[in-house]
């Protein structure tokens, strides 16, 4: 009989599918039975062709691969609260080894096996192969094959049924071809997440990627071909410095009551260091951050993002030495065209690279302050060029927070929270993360020292923020659709500006401009026109409008997560 060749398959796929949902919290349903059915018998019932030799073989590797994406779905919707994302896909594959040895060492633990589905999905890539090897009897199935066929026949076109409608949802997320920002938003309205077995997510979330590279096409053709109209060199040394994970309420310059930026308030004192008050990210992933920040283009422009080209190509027009030193992504370490929909692909392309950046760092450093060193040996050097932008991008407060300071350079202690209700292992947690940014306020300062003797001027703003059990019992970024509480801990980021004695000398009207600007509200995609118009940068790319320093600026709806209004949000 035929299903004596693919039942122990069948069943395999349709168990792994039903352990992937979490029934405490209603997911169960006819659609998600049905769909996992039929997609158990599309997947089994073609091996039932291949000859008994191969079949065993074929079953167990189609099998096998079948579980352990739905192990790794299930891990994602128990421990991210999410399951299978494209941005979940995208970080897995963007990971180096740095990260994702962070990752399993924070993540990974004799827990993961105390969840009853992580037990029963394992336990089924274990007893599968057995399965297979072992004679079943089949008195219980039917006596006649044709009544057999016609009840499956019967089951089979009712669960056709069934999914046609969601089946055409389905597809809407396969028709975004030229409307890469709308399906932006239908990922982060979770509408993929309808779809209810790991195969099917994992199906978009390649899809998904395979689309950010026809933007990556885009973005490169628009970049190459932009040119300036003038410069006026207005502010000789520019710097971009970007944090990573940095959550703002956990910083003494936004009303932190403990002292984990004593060296950043000092230079605040001094009135050489500016603080803006509102700012916010329009994602809480780096990868997506980098391309809004290196890009002209905003939300609301109405058109594409591969419309506007990267900001760095101006400078370099503009006779800049352009210098970008990253302590996570480095040129050799990023593969070549995987992303996420507006990820950071343009670090990892060839032609941009060359076109954007005069120099890279080539190797990354366990603390951020080794990385000041490689800064120090381009910044320091004797042959320093008139007119220079550096782009620094820190490991700042990443997880393993741990790992992101010295030792013995700990200041903060679990004791230290014993007050706010936590268990000792979040207590710990919260002490090594405002460790690991009073370590970040050393390195911020010793970069700032770099250039105190030049006519520099530096902006410092983070990518996005991290939950570390502040209002939410939880440490890290939840990548789910933003309520107010993720909204103030991870899309709140600091920012501020930092002026050396000669920049406040000669550009007092700028440095007066910066000061009327610091309760202006703005997100991190302003950033690149600041940095145009402090540069004295035109373009067909630069408005007054986007410029947050400019007297007729104006703040568009500050979107998060795609199509969040913050604001509205956080009323």
Same mark, same amino acid.
């Given at each position: 009989?035929?299903?004596?060749?693919?039942?122990?398959?069948?069943?395999?796929?349709?168990?792994?599918?039903?352990?992937?949902?979490?029934?405490?919290?209603?997911?169960?349903?006819?659609?998600?039975?049905?769909?996992?059915?039929?997609?158990?018998?599309?997947?089994?019932?073609?091996?039932?062709?291949?000859?008994?030799?191969?079949?065993?073989?074929?079953?167990?590797?189609?099998?096998?691969?079948?579980?352990?994406?739905?192990?790794?779905?299930?891990?994602?919707?128990?421990?991210?609260?999410?399951?299978?994302?494209?941005?979940?896909?995208?970080?897995?594959?963007?990971?180096?080894?740095?990260?994702?040895?962070?990752?399993?060492?924070?993540?990974?633990?004799?827990?993961?096996?105390?969840?009853?589905?992580?037990?029963?999905?394992?336990?089924?890539?274990?007893?599968?192969?057995?399965?297979?090897?072992?004679?079943?009897?089949?008195?219980?199935?039917?006596?006649?094959?044709?009544?057999?066929?016609?009840?499956?026949?019967?089951?089979?076109?009712?669960?056709?049924?069934?999914?046609?409608?969601?089946?055409?949802?389905?597809?809407?997320?396969?028709?975004?071809?030229?409307?890469?920002?709308?399906?932006?938003?239908?990922?982060?309205?979770?509408?993929?997440?309808?779809?209810?077995?790991?195969?099917?997510?994992?199906?978009?979330?390649?899809?998904?990627?395979?689309?950010?590279?026809?933007?990556?096409?885009?973005?490169?053709?628009?970049?190459?071909?932009?040119?300036?109209?003038?410069?006026?060199?207005?502010?000789?040394?520019?710097?971009?410095?970007?944090?990573?994970?940095?959550?703002?309420?956990?910083?003494?310059?936004?009303?932190?009551?403990?002292?984990?930026?004593?060296?950043?308030?000092?230079?605040?004192?001094?009135?050489?260091?500016?603080?803006?008050?509102?700012?916010?990210?329009?994602?809480?992933?780096?990868?997506?951050?980098?391309?809004?920040?290196?890009?002209?283009?905003?939300?609301?422009?109405?058109?594409?993002?591969?419309?506007?080209?990267?900001?760095?190509?101006?400078?370099?027009?503009?006779?800049?030495?352009?210098?970008?030193?990253?302590?996570?992504?480095?040129?050799?370490?990023?593969?070549?065209?995987?992303?996420?929909?507006?990820?950071?692909?343009?670090?990892?392309?060839?032609?941009?690279?060359?076109?954007?950046?005069?120099?890279?760092?080539?190797?990354?450093?366990?603390?951020?302050?080794?990385?000041?060193?490689? $800064? !120090?040996?381009?910044?320091?050097?004797?042959?320093? =060029?008139?007119? *220079?932008?550096? &782009?620094? /991008? %820190?490991?700042?407060?990443?997880?393993?927070?741990?790992?992101?300071?010295?030792?013995?350079?700990?200041?903060?202690?679990?004791?230290?929270?014993?007050?706010?209700?936590?268990?000792?292992?979040?207590?710990?947690?919260?002490?090594?993360?405002?460790?690991?940014?009073?370590?970040?306020?050393?390195?911020?300062?010793?970069?700032?020292?770099?250039?105190?003797?030049?006519?520099?001027?530096?902006?410092?703003?983070?990518?996005?923020?991290?939950?570390?059990?502040?209002?939410?019992?939880?440490?890290?970024?939840?990548?789910?659709?933003?309520?107010?509480?993720?909204?103030?801990?991870?899309?709140?980021?600091?920012?501020?500006?930092?002026?050396?004695?000669?920049?406040?000398?000669?550009?007092?009207?700028? $440095? !007066?401009?910066?000061?009327?600007?610091?309760?202006? =509200?703005?997100? *991190?995609?302003? &950033?690149? /026109? %600041?940095?145009?118009?402090?540069?004295?940068?035109?373009?067909?790319?630069?408005?007054?409008?986007?410029?947050?320093?400019?007297?007729?600026?104006?703040?568009?709806?500050?979107?998060?997560?795609?199509?969040?209004?913050?604001?509205?949000?956080?009323?």
């Amino acid at each position: 009989m035929l299903l004596s060749r693919y039942w122990q398959l069948l069943l395999c796929i349709l168990t792994a599918f039903l352990l992937c949902v979490d029934a405490t919290t209603g997911g169960w349903s006819l659609h998600l039975f049905a769909t996992s059915l039929l997609a158990a018998f599309l997947l089994s019932c073609p091996t039932s062709f291949v000859h008994r030799p191969l079949r065993a073989v074929v079953q167990v590797i189609l099998g096998e691969t079948v579980v352990c994406v739905c192990l790794v779905d299930c891990y994602c919707q128990l421990f991210l609260g999410s399951p299978i994302t494209p941005q979940i896909l995208n970080i897995i594959i963007q990971s180096n080894w740095r990260e994702s040895g962070d990752f399993f060492s924070a993540f990974i633990g004799s827990y993961v096996f105390m969840q009853w589905r992580i037990i029963g999905i394992l336990t089924l890539a274990l007893l599968f192969p057995i399965a297979l090897l072992i004679k079943w009897p089949f008195n219980f199935l039917p006596k006649t094959k044709k009544c057999w066929n016609i009840g499956v026949s019967v089951l089979i076109t009712i669960c056709l049924a069934c999914e046609t409608l969601p089946a055409y949802r389905f597809y809407q997320l396969f028709a975004m071809d030229t409307d890469a920002q709308r399906m932006e938003g239908l990922i982060f309205r979770h509408y993929h997440e309808e779809i209810p077995t790991p195969l099917h997510r994992i199906f978009f979330a390649g899809y998904s990627l395979s689309q950010s590279r026809r933007m990556l096409e885009s973005v490169r053709q628009t970049t190459l071909n932009a040119t300036i109209d003038s410069c006026s060199h207005r502010s000789p040394h520019v710097v971009l410095i970007i944090g990573e994970s940095y959550n703002k309420h956990h910083s003494t310059l936004f009303g932190y009551a403990k002292p984990t930026t004593p060296l950043q308030q000092e230079r605040k004192a001094k009135d050489e260091l500016y603080v803006f008050r509102d700012v916010v990210t329009p994602w809480n992933i780096t990868s997506n951050v980098f391309l809004n920040l290196f890009s002209t283009w905003q939300y609301g422009d109405g058109s594409p993002v591969g419309s506007c080209p990267l900001f760095p190509v101006f400078f370099r027009q503009a006779d800049y030495v352009v210098c970008f030193f990253s302590n996570q992504y480095l040129l050799k370490g990023l593969k070549k065209g995987a992303t996420n929909q507006m990820g950071n692909f343009f670090l990892s392309d060839p032609e941009l690279n060359n076109c954007m950046f005069s120099f890279r760092n080539r190797s990354s450093e366990r603390y951020d302050m080794a990385m000041v060193k490689q $800064v !120090a040996d381009v910044v320091l050097s004797k042959d320093r =060029p008139a007119y *220079t932008l550096d &782009i620094i /991008h %820190l490991i700042g407060q990443h997880f393993e927070y741990a790992e992101r300071y010295p030792a013995n350079l700990a200041y903060f202690e679990a004791q230290d929270y014993t007050g706010m209700q936590l268990s000792l292992e979040a207590m710990q947690t919260k002490a090594h993360y405002d460790n690991a940014t009073r370590y970040d306020d050393m390195v911020l300062d010793s970069l700032l020292s770099l250039y105190e003797h030049e006519d520099a001027v530096v902006v410092f703003i983070a990518d996005h923020g991290e939950e570390v059990y502040d209002e939410l019992p939880v440490h890290g970024r939840l990548f789910q659709q933003p309520t107010p509480a993720l909204a103030r801990q991870e899309f709140e980021v600091p920012m501020w500006i930092w002026c050396s004695e000669n920049y406040r000398q000669n550009h007092q009207e700028i $440095v !007066a401009k910066i000061k009327c600007a610091v309760g202006k =509200p703005m997100t *991190t995609g302003g &950033i690149s /026109h %600041l940095l145009l118009y402090l540069a004295g940068i035109k373009c067909r790319w630069t408005t007054e409008q986007k410029n947050v320093l400019s007297p007729c600026y104006q703040c568009r709806p500050r979107l998060i997560a795609d199509e969040v209004d913050y604001d509205e949000l956080l009323k």
